[in-house]
């Protein structure tokens, strides 16, 4: 089975832009994370979905939304962009809910903002 | 408060010896998990070993096993035999009840050399 999938790798936006990531997760997963990972930092929470539905979100600003399609992929979007939004942003899915259930991550996107 | 402590920034090795990469954890949840993931280069994430707070065994997964302290809230992560190709950042992370939500550490970037 493929892993989870996300596109693009690399992306250059300048500031005040909008971005747009997808991700696809591995097939039967129904949950999908999104997280910033920062040079030098551990990756920070950004949203969960599950079945459709917004089931968690982190510490960030509205400039950054999500949502979830039919077939559980997923797009993570951001507005307005800031020079402090580059980093790489990782997609992770898990078959369900549940705290014994590891996330599986992509490659990430790689998003770098002059 | 941090949640996940990882007080080592880097960890030397010498090929086919054992390592110990440290992490510390803070929660007042019964339920949660802690998790260890494996960063290399690239920058995918690799799960690699899963401990639930109920679980009474350590867990182990081939060469890598987990030294779960559950009063002093340690869940080390030791590598035996250790390889070439486990150079990389090595991430603790934690989550509590049943939300998806992972806290990661800050990382240890482990070198093993020849």
């Known amino acids: 089975d493929a892993g989870v999938t996300q596109s693009p790798t690399h992306l250059i936006k300048t500031r005040g832009q909008q971005v747009t990531l997808r991700c696809s997760p591995i097939?039967?997963?129904?949950?999908v994370s999104w997280y910033q990972q920062v040079l030098g930092q551990g990756p920070q929470f950004i949203f969960q979905?599950?079945?459709?539905?917004?089931?968690g979100r982190g510490n960030f600003p509205d400039r950054f939304s999500a949502r979830q399609f039919p077939n559980y992929s997923s797009e993570l979007n951001v507005n307005a962009l800031l020079l402090g939004d580059s980093a790489l942003y990782l997609c992770?899915?898990?078959?369900?809910?549940?705290?014994?259930?590891?996330?599986?991550f992509g490659d990430g996107t790689r998003l770098s903002i002059l | 408060a941090q949640k996940i402590t990882q007080t080592q920034p880097g960890m030397f090795v010498q090929e086919k010896e054992a390592v110990t990469l440290d992490c510390t954890y803070d929660t007042s949840d019964q339920s949660y998990g802690l998790f260890w993931y494996k960063q290399p280069s690239s920058g995918e994430m690799i799960f690699l070993i899963y401990q639930g707070s109920y679980d009474e065994q350590n867990a182990t997964e081939g060469r890598y096993s987990l030294n779960f302290q559950k009063a002093r809230k340690s869940a080390n992560l030791v590598i035996s035999a250790s390889q070439l190709g486990d150079s990389a950042m090595y991430f603790c992370a934690m989550r509590e009840g049943n939300f998806q939500k992972l806290v990661f550490g800050t990382g240890t970037r482990l070198l093993v050399s020849p």
């Open positions: 097939s039967g997963h129904k949950s």
């Open positions: 979905y599950y079945e459709k539905e917004e089931r």
């Open positions: 992770a899915s898990s078959r369900r809910q549940g705290s014994n259930q590891p996330q599986h």
